[in-house]
């Protein structure tokens, strides 16, 4: 990907937008962009460089983002509404191109690496409430005054605000190697490395309920990290897939593991697409484990494995829905039974939740009174952000966690 129409590849010290902007080391990278800590010499701060391929589909997705997050910036002058702020953008040329740059405020981890962290036991309750406010306020403001659907969130587009010093930590936050691309050598193509990733990720999903799938492989059986004394604020990112509810172009929308049954079904999709994965993320944060992580198998798609996961979760998809997409036919009978898979293992949410991952029953009842609804299959009967704020989920305070302890913690990058 470090090629014509690809990456652009940057090294300590390069200097961006005639000198302002001078790099400092990598932060991240996506599909589309490799993401730097760069600093501003006319603002004398740090901040994050995202600098996209520079092939046309991508400049133009690029074109796109700055637009969707030029938006933001104007709804939000106090930037006060827990989505990043653009601060400034330009055009940058090497040798594989001209690459559109957006600078963006410089935020912390993203919350993959805070699951990583935690060894993937997932996090106290007390923590994915702070998270879950953050997300939500973010997304009233997205979709109630701007009328933006972000379609890709995810827990790599959700950062912790940073309140480190990078002068002081000038490697890196040292959580996730995985999201480190090899220095020097040979650089592996973008997605390479996430295709690798997410093949590893879905070894430690859900997964298990059907027996269709292999059993997860033993995750070391350390405790969780101690996550005592950070700060769980995070802000929302990666606007490049968003679109404005009457202005969608996208059909096939969303990363898989977060995508909602409307999007599988092609039945329309509108806001609520947003509540659904969500849900799939706060579920992750508190298990550590993906909700649905579906696979291809013998005689069936990845898409019909998706449905029966949901259906084994949530129970029976209701027929009307079933039936009712343009893509129906390929997964249901006129019945509203899914065609090639024909056994479902049910096991409710709050069984898993007590059986699996040890919550008390109180705690797996007050967490799903407020996650259920936002995980109906109806979209149109999912919660609003905004009426999700006012559950009352959101303001219990419980005392779990306390046997998460361990070393280690002052490696977290807030
Ligand atoms: P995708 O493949 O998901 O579309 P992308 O190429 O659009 O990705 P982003 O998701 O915007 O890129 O950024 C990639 C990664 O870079 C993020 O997951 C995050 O780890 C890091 N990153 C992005 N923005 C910032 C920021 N403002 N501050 C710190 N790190 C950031
Ligand atoms: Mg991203
Ligand atoms: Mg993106």
Not at 72 to 97: E, Q, T, Y
Not at 197 to 212: D, F, Q
Request: charged share 25%; aromatic share 8%.
């Amino acid at each position: 990907s470090y090629r014509k129409g690809g990456y652009h590849a940057v090294r300590i010290g390069d200097p961006f937008a005639s000198g302002r902007y001078i790099a400092q080391r990598k932060l991240g990278w996506g599909q589309f962009s490799t993401v730097w800590l760069a600093y501003d010499t006319q603002a004398s701060k740090y901040v994050a460089l995202k600098i996209q391929k520079s092939a046309q589909q991508f400049a133009q997705a690029a074109v796109h983002e700055i637009e969707v997050l030029c938006a933001i910036a104007d709804g939000d002058p106090s930037n006060s509404k827990w989505v990043v702020r653009l601060i400034d953008h330009f055009k940058h040329s090497g040798p594989n191109g001209h690459h559109l740059c957006m600078v963006l405020e410089f935020l912390g981890d993203n919350l993959l690496q805070l699951i990583k962290f935690s060894r993937y036991k997932g996090l106290e309750l007390n923590k994915v409430r702070e998270i879950c406010k953050c997300v939500l306020l973010a997304l009233d403001y997205l979709h109630r005054e701007l009328g933006i659907i972000h379609t890709d969130l995810k827990p790599e587009n959700i950062l912790l605000c940073s309140t480190i010093d990078p002068a002081k930590d000038p490697i890196r936050s040292g959580l996730t190697p995985i999201l480190e691309r090899p220095e020097g050598g040979t650089l592996n193509g973008g997605s390479t490395m996430i295709e690798k990733k997410l093949k590893r990720r879905a070894k430690r999903a859900v997964a298990n309920i059907s027996g269709r799938r292999d059993s997860m492989g033993g995750e070391a059986r350390k405790p969780a990290r101690c996550l005592d004394g950070i700060d769980m604020r995070c802000k929302v990112v990666d606007f490049g897939n968003a679109c404005w509810a009457d202005k969608r172009f996208a059909e096939e929308i969303q990363t898989r593991q977060y995508r909602a049954p409307e999007v599988i079904l092609q039945s329309g999709y509108s806001f609520s697409v947003d509540m659904w994965s969500f849900a799939c993320i706060a579920f992750e944060l508190a298990t550590g484990d993906m909700m649905f992580a579906p696979k291809t198998g013998e005689g069936f798609s990845e898409d019909e494995d998706h449905l029966a996961l949901m259906m084994e979760l949530l129970g029976k998809m209701p027929r009307k829905i079933a039936i009712g997409g343009a893509r129906s036919k390929d997964f249901f009978d006129r019945h509203g039974d899914l065609k090639r898979i024909r056994r479902l293992k049910y096991l409710p949410l709050d069984r898993l939740l007590v059986t699996k991952y040890k919550f008390a029953e109180t705690d797996a009842r007050e967490f799903l009174g407020f996650l259920s609804p936002c995980l109906d299959i109806s979209p149109e009967k999912r919660p609003t952000a905004q009426q999700c704020l006012l559950h009352p989920w959101l303001n219990l305070k419980s005392s779990d966690g306390q046997s998460k302890v361990d070393d280690g913690m002052s490696k977290l990058k807030i």
